[in-house]
C-alpha cells in the first residue's frame, strides 16, 4: 500500500492579536497547505525549523526589537535557517523587514513616508521572471499600514516592486525567500476595524482609507491569490525535493 504523504507544513509568526494571515491563510489552505501559527506574544516561537515553509507577519516593530518583542530573535533564527536551507519564505510588511534585516539589509523607524490603505504599487521589470511576482499587471493595488521601511536591499536580493513613498515594496532573496512591505492578506473588513486616531495623526482620513481599499479590492483580491497560490507551488516543489 502506498503511504499518504502528509500535507506540506507553514509555520506562521504572528505578532499582534489583531494580525492573523486573514485571506492568505485561507489561500494556502485551499492549495494544501497546513498553517501551524505561533503567536509570539503570548507563547514561545521555536528555534529550530521544521517546517516546510516559514511565513513572518506584520506587527508595530522595528526587526530587532527584542526588548519590546523578545520573540523576534527566534524568529530571525528560523528566517536564517529557511535561507540557509532554501526553504520558502514569505515576510510581509514587519516579516518582510526583518527578512531583509537577516539577510543584510537596512530597516529604519519612521522614516517620514507613512502609507495607508489601497495604494499603486509599481511592478519593476526585474520581476519578469519571478515565480510569484512574473506576469503581474505594471501596477497593482495593494493595502499598505507602515511608517517603518526597508532603506537598504540585502546584497544580491531582487527589487519586485515598488511605490514613491517607499521604493522596497517587494523583493526575493536566493530562490524562494520573498518579502512583502504590503499586506496581501488584509482586506477592507480589516481596514475598516484600524485605530483611526493614528491615520489621523498622520494626515490620513480614515474613511477615506476604508473606501479606496472597499473600491480597489476586487482587483487586488484577484492579484494576491494568484501570487499566494503560486508561492504555494513553490513550498509544494519545496517539500517535493
Avoid at 56 to 70: N, R, T
Avoid at 174 to 190: C, K, L, N, V
Amino acid at each position: 500500500m502506498t503511504q499518504q504523504r502528509t500535507r506540506p507544513t507553514a509555520i506562521v509568526v504572528q505578532n499582534g492579536p489583531k494580525g492573523g494571515p486573514g485571506r492568505v491563510g485561507e489561500w494556502l489552505a485551499a492549495e494544501g497547505i497546513a498553517l501551524d501559527v505561533v503567536h509570539g506574544y503570548q507563547e514561545p516561537v521555536p528555534e529550530r525549523l521544521e517546517h516546510d515553509a516559514v511565513i513572518v507577519l506584520g506587527g508595530g516593530y522595528l526587526p530587532d526589537a527584542d526588548d519590546k518583542a523578545p520573540w523576534l530573535a527566534a524568529t530571525r533564527t528560523l528566517v536564517r535557517q529557511a535561507l540557509d536551507t532554501d526553504t520558502p519564505v514569505l515576510g510581509i510588511c514587519l516579516g518582510g523587514q526583518l527578512l531583509a534585516h537577516v539577510a543584510g539589509g537596512v530597516v529604519e523607524g519612521d522614516v517620514g513616508a507613512p502609507e495607508n490603505g489601497s495604494t499603486p504599487v509599481t511592478i519593476r521589470p526585474q520581476a519578469s521572471d519571478d515565480p510569484l511576482f512574473g506576469s503581474l499587471p505594471p501596477t497593482v493595488p495593494a493595502i499598505e499600514h507602515h511608517v517603518d521601511a526597508i532603506t537598504a536591499l540585502p546584497p544580491d536580493a531582487i527589487w519586485l516592486a515598488e511605490t514613491d513613498r517607499c521604493p522596497y515594496q517587494a523583493f526575493r532573496v536566493g530562490r524562494s525567500a520573498w518579502g512583502t512591505q504590503f499586506h496581501p492578506e488584509i482586506d477592507p473588513d480589516r481596514v475598516r476595524r484600524w485605530d483611526p486616531e493614528p491615520l489621523r495623526e498622520q494626515g490620513f482620513d480614515p474613511e477615506q482609507v476604508y473606501a479606496g481599499a472597499d473600491a480597489d479590492d476586487e482587483v487586488a483580491r484577484a492579484i494576491w491569490e494568484k501570487v499566494t497560490r503560486r508561492f504555494a507551488t513553490v513550498v509544494h516543489d519545496a517539500a517535493r525535493a
